[in-house]
């Protein structure tokens, strides 16, 4: 079942790749939370989206809001990555994709693989340097974006239509009812 704005946000519980807990329930009692799902660790789109993710930190915290973002991978991988990058946000890996069934977040079809928009975002993310890495998630995975209040609500909801439409934070702060 996809999530609509108003609707109770699932809690869940899982650990960062820092090895601190995240519980939502614990989160939202100080701030709203938007949580980035990613496709995985390996994929230039998502690489290309943690250096625009970690460029854009301060806008989340400026607008009280806690940045969680979920890609498959390894916590031992996404550490090195981490590391290399400089990366400082908060990250979940979640190789059971516990999460991403939580929170409905599913792959496409082979058709969403061949988006234009897709195609154009990919040559972006080479062309800037993200090449791509282990192949250790689902190809097919798309993104997506929520907000959770502190009344455990979304107040924002995106679910990606194609591999490369991770919402920008501009638009996802614009839209924010938190």
Known sequence: MAYTIDTLAPDFSATLVNGEAAQLTEMIKTQSVCVI???????????????????????????????????EST?????????????????????????????DVQPGGLKTMLNPNMLKKAGEATIKGHMHG????????LPAAFIINKEQKFSYVNYGEHPAD??????????MTA
Request: contains cysteine.
């Open 134 to 141: 282990a192949f250790e998630g689902n190809e097919l995975q």
């Open 75 to 103: 916590v031992a991988r996404t550490e090195k990555y981490m590391t290399r990058k400089g990366l400082t946000m908060d990250i979940i890996v979640d190789e059971q994709r516990k999460l991403y069934d939580l929170f």
């Open 37 to 71: 799902f990613l496709r995985f660790l390996g994929c230039p789109l998502t690489r290309l989206r943690l250096a625009e993710l970690e460029k854009e930190i301060e806008k989340y915290e400026i607008n009280e809001l806690k940045l969680i973002v979920v890609f």
């Open 166 to 175: 991770a919402v920008a934070t501009d638009s996802i702060l614009l839209n």
